[in-house]
């Protein structure tokens, strides 16, 4: 879908916008993408058309998210986040560390899909999660576009295109995931 290349494949000129921080992203997110990197690592692997992520602890190597599952629909030229448990705050000292994950997470779809910001991100969640974290998120709009049953609410927000490396996500095999069980 055109409307969802990033603007600099759209209108064919390899520049980045040069008013972009070098990683991309807000002042806050970009000083703490190092504190999240130096303890943690992300990896995903591709089952049909849905990117499962992983957050692991580098010191041990060990999983220590619960689900990390989006998906990118090209023709409603929307991310689908499925799941979004990344379990950093069972963790000594990660306050700010999931904004930094789901923030990562979403621009490695982009870069994998070459999405812009000509997009929107949907998902389902409690209204407490939106209160307390959706809301605050200062790189992205989430607002509510639907009260669901219960304490359920259905959010949106354009997604921000920012030229990140997201390089360090490495691809996981489904029979490496599988292995185990």
């Not at 580098?58 to 090209?74: A, H, P, Q, Y």
């Not at 923030?103 to 389902?124: T, W």
């Not at 790189?139 to 949106?156: K, N, P, S, Y």
């Amino acid at each position: 879908m055109p409307g969802c290349l990033p603007p600099h494949i759209q209108m064919g000129n390899p520049a980045m916008d040069a008013s972009l921080p070098p990683a991309g992203g807000s002042a806050f997110m970009v000083a703490l993408l190092p504190d999240f990197f130096d303890r943690f690592g992300i990896s995903f692997t591709i089952d049909g058309p849905q990117i499962e992520y992983f957050v692991y602890e580098k010191k041990t190597g060990l999983d220590i998210s619960c689900s990390l599952t989006v998906s990118f629909d090209e023709a409603a030229g929307q991310i689908n986040v499925m799941t979004f448990y990344p379990g950093l705050y069972l963790h000594p000292v990660t306050h700010y560390l999931s904004a930094v994950c789901f923030f990562m997470v979403m621009q490695h779809l982009a870069n994998f899909h070459q999405i812009g910001d000509n997009c929107r991100i949907l998902l389902s969640t409690r209204q407490g999660a939106f209160d307390t974290f959706y809301a605050l998120l200062k790189d992205f709009d989430f607002h509510i576009l639907l009260c669901g049953v219960e304490d359920r609410v259905d959010i949106e927000s354009q997604f921000p295109f920012s030229a990140v490396d997201t390089s360090m996500i490495d691809e996981r095999s489904l029979v490496e995931e599988y292995a185990d069980e």
